[in-house]
């Protein structure tokens, strides 16, 4: 079977073709409809004979919160006649990247001990663009094992400040 990415591509390249400047919108939407097609249920239901597309399109359209337009309804559409359901938290991956490379930003998690406050994130958010070089699109996981400080995970790259990390490189110069 081909690799996950390589089918989800050509998906996410024409839906961000036909979107033009209205990436953001198509985000919101896409997100919803990968969390949904992540659901184990639905691609059970979806996957079976007995459903038919339009019963599977009907499914995923009456649990979304948001309302679809007709582009998206039409690309879930061309989804699901494709088989191609189990392939949306993919393409809404790479639609990201896609995003993040045409305005010139980048997604990163900020891994804390503790919830960060709006001026402190607003801070950090500061110091880790100066860090990186570029525009950055935070999202704040909470991980109490951290103990304390924080551990940013900007695609391939990693800066870990936590004390767990510090405390894992004692142990290793102690024991070393």
Known sequence: MAELATIARPYAEALFAACGAEADTVLGWLDELACVAAEPQLLQFADSPK???????GVISGVMKTALDVHAQNFLRTVIANNRLAFLPEIASQFRVLANAKSGTSDAVVYSAFPIDGAALAETAKVLEQRFGR???????????????IRVVLGDEVLDTSVKARLEQMKVALTA
Do not use: C, M, R
């Open 51 to 57: 459903a038919t597309s339009d019963q599977v399109y």
């Open 135 to 149: 525009k950055l699109n935070l999202t704040v996981e909470l991980q109490p094992d951290l103990i304390g400080g």
